[in-house]
């Protein structure tokens, strides 16, 4: 949000009465969080409502008192939307909607806060902000996947191969749709266990009071409904500073800007001139204010780089809990601080990695020119294991030529026929064809592997895996 308005109205404090004297306001500055709770509200309105109601049904306020309350909150959240902003004696999001209630409804405001405390309504209102976030981040992440399915798709049609790597060194050759895919899984991954933080965090708080539970007969099934919560938390001591969800959450958008971080990576890798595999669009790259020739793929660097200030609010959280007494502390306000930055920046991250690899185009001649001979070692020496040598003494003698083609500074392929036979005698003229690219990748169909008939089975798994 933006910043604070510094006029000054009445203070609208939700405590105070033991107190003779102000509070300092250098305690008032390090203890406001209005300015980061403040995107709470349309939560904090919510289950306000549904407590109106839960009080109703506990017999604690009138029909008309609760049909009040419940109308109030809606006039309330309608001068929210319509950008009503806090004042600077707004203490935090919960303070703020009850200064707002007072303001339409009167007294009968002051009935709402019956049996309940901030401390279990700011980690219902977290929690509902959390499940509904990771609603969205299942869509952005999706949405990222089907950039990569398209990509697979058409790499696929096409039979491009390109050099996979392990040590950043070329290995073996692979389907060029093969490797995308092999940053869709870990997406796919990243969403189950987006899932799981979704479902940590549906279990409901409200109803625990400041620590002890409530004292007025409310439902808390009627509430976990209406609220679309899936379970009630079994221990109001736990309940009101239980802040794993956060945690699971911060570890899954960590996890996922890891895997952004690597497919990044290898597109800044593959976008290099000496590569060249990858061109890099207009709309998600940047100029050089001095070099004119430049195309630079910020959106990708930026990934890369959010991967260390997500690792960063992950790690600022569990620092903040552990060590914790048990029930509320006031250090657990910050765990909205961690949980928004890393939520924000990824639903800024994710979409521009999926627009940069949207415009990528991939160089089918320069993945193919980079597919040295030498790396289909390994195939010929799976051919002497066909005309019956063992692995190992075939990796000896393929090693061997290996060393001979390097130091005659040709490809493995240009070597002759005489120095096959000589390396091992089951060398036939049916060698060259182990040489070969398109054979390497045909040959490897078992189910995950690069083959043509592996990687269309992947393709068939990926599109079940987004819908
Ligand atoms: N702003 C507080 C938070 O985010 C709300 C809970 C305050 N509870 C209290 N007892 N002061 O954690």
Same mark, same amino acid.
Not at 53 to 76: M, T
């Given at each position: 949000?933006?910043?604070? !308005?510094?006029?000054?109205?009445?203070?609208? !404090?939700?405590?105070?009465?033991?107190?003779?004297?102000?509070?300092?306001?250098?305690?008032?500055?390090?203890?406001?969080?209005?300015?980061?709770?403040?995107?709470?509200?349309?939560?904090?309105?919510?289950?306000?409502?549904?407590?109106?109601?839960?009080?109703?049904?506990?017999?604690?306020?009138?029909?008309?008192?609760?049909?009040?309350?419940?109308?109030?909150?809606?006039?309330?959240?309608?001068?929210?939307?319509?950008?009503?902003?806090?004042?600077?004696?707004?203490?935090?999001?919960?303070?703020?909607?009850?200064?707002?209630?007072?303001?339409?409804?009167?007294?009968?405001?002051?009935?709402?806060?019956?049996?309940?405390?901030?401390?279990?309504?700011?980690?219902?209102?977290?929690?509902?902000?959390?499940?509904?976030? /990771?609603?969205?981040?299942?869509?952005?992440?999706?949405?990222?996947?089907?950039?990569?399915?398209?990509?697979?798709?058409?790499?696929?049609?096409?039979?491009?191969?390109?050099?996979?790597?392990?040590?950043?060194?070329?290995?073996?050759?692979?389907?060029?749709?093969?490797?995308?895919?092999?940053?869709?899984?870990?997406?796919?991954?990243?969403?189950?266990?987006?899932?799981?933080?979704?479902?940590?965090?549906?279990?409901?708080?409200?109803?625990? +009071?400041?620590?002890? +539970? /409530?004292?007025?007969?409310?439902?808390?099934?009627?509430?976990?409904?209406?609220?679309?919560?899936?379970?009630?938390?079994?221990?109001?001591?736990?309940?009101?500073?239980?802040?794993?969800?956060?945690?699971?959450?911060?570890?899954?958008? %960590?996890? $996922?800007?890891?895997?952004?971080?690597?497919?990044?990576?290898?597109?800044?890798?593959?976008?290099?001139?000496?590569?060249?595999?990858?061109?890099?669009?207009? %709309?998600?790259?940047?100029?050089?204010?001095?070099?004119?020739? !430049?195309?630079?793929?910020?959106?990708?660097?930026?990934?890369?780089?959010?991967?260390?200030? $997500?690792?960063?609010?992950?790690?600022?959280?569990?620092?903040?809990?552990?060590?914790?007494? %048990?029930?509320?502390? !006031?250090?657990?306000?910050?765990?909205?601080?961690?949980?928004?930055?890393?939520?924000?920046?990824?639903?800024?991250?994710?979409?521009?990695?999926? +627009?940069?690899?949207?415009? /990528?185009?991939?160089?089918?001649?320069?993945?193919?020119?980079?597919?040295?001979?030498?790396?289909?070692?390994?195939?010929?020496?799976?051919?002497?294991?066909?005309?019956?040598?063992?692995?190992?003494?075939?990796? +000896?003698?393929?090693?061997?030529?290996?060393?001979?083609?390097?130091?005659?500074?040709?490809?493995?392929?240009?070597?002759?026929?005489?120095?096959?036979?000589?390396?091992?005698?089951?060398?036939?003229?049916?060698?060259?064809?182990?040489?070969?690219?398109?054979?390497?990748?045909?040959?490897?169909?078992?189910?995950?592997?690069?083959?043509?008939?592996?990687?269309?089975?992947?393709?068939?798994?990926?599109?079940?895996?987004?819908?």
């Amino acid at each position: 949000m933006t910043a604070l !308005k510094l006029v000054d109205a009445p203070s609208h !404090k939700l405590w105070g009465g033991r107190f003779a004297g102000d509070t300092a306001p250098a305690l008032d500055a390090v203890n406001r969080s209005i300015g980061v709770d403040f995107r709470l509200w349309p939560f904090d309105v919510r289950l306000s409502k549904a407590w109106a109601i839960a009080l109703w049904s506990a017999g604690v306020v009138s029909v008309e008192e609760s049909l009040a309350l419940e109308h109030g909150l809606d006039a309330v959240a309608n001068r929210l939307r319509a950008g009503e902003q806090p004042v600077a004696s707004d203490e935090d999001v919960h303070t703020l909607i009850d200064r707002l209630l007072h303001d339409e409804v009167g007294d009968v405001a002051s009935k709402l806060h019956t049996g309940r405390s901030r401390n279990d309504q700011v980690a219902t209102a977290t929690r509902l902000w959390s499940m509904d976030a /990771c609603a969205t981040l299942d869509t952005a992440v999706r949405d990222l996947q089907r950039v990569m399915l398209a990509h697979a798709e058409s790499l696929a049609a096409a039979n491009v191969l390109m050099p996979a790597y392990t040590h950043m060194q070329r290995a073996q050759p692979v389907s060029a749709a093969h490797w995308m895919l092999s940053h869709f899984w870990p997406l796919d991954r990243d969403r189950a266990r987006l899932g799981a933080a979704g479902r940590a965090a549906a279990v409901l708080p409200l109803g625990s +009071g400041a620590v002890a +539970g /409530c004292a007025f007969p409310i439902s808390r099934v009627l509430l976990q409904g209406s609220l679309g919560f899936a379970q009630l938390s079994p221990n109001s001591i736990d309940a009101v500073s239980d802040r794993d969800f956060v945690a699971e959450l911060l570890f899954t958008l %960590s996890m $996922l800007a890891i895997h952004l971080s690597r497919l990044a990576e290898d597109l800044i890798i593959y976008g290099t001139s000496e590569f060249g595999f990858v061109q890099f669009g207009d %709309s998600f790259t940047t100029g050089s204010s001095m070099m004119p020739q !430049k195309r630079n793929p910020d959106a990708l660097e930026l990934a890369r780089g959010s991967g260390g200030r $997500l690792l960063g609010d992950l790690t600022s959280l569990l620092a903040t809990l552990k060590g914790l007494p %048990s029930g509320y502390n !006031k250090d657990l306000q910050d765990d909205k601080r961690a949980l928004f930055d890393a939520v924000d920046t990824m639903l800024l991250v994710l979409p521009g990695v999926a +627009g940069a690899l949207a415009e /990528c185009t991939f160089r089918a001649d320069r993945m193919k020119s980079a597919l040295a001979s030498s790396m289909m070692a390994t195939d010929l020496a799976d051919y002497l294991v066909g005309k019956g040598a063992t692995f190992r003494e075939a990796h +000896g003698a393929v090693g061997a030529l290996v060393r001979q083609s390097e130091e005659a500074g040709v490809e493995l392929h240009a070597l002759p026929l005489k120095a096959f036979k000589a390396a091992h005698a089951r060398f036939g003229a049916d060698v060259f064809d182990a040489l070969s690219a398109v054979a390497s990748v045909e040959r490897r169909e078992t189910e995950g592997g690069t083959g043509t008939a592996a990687v269309r089975a992947q393709i068939a798994a990926a599109k079940v895996a987004l819908s």
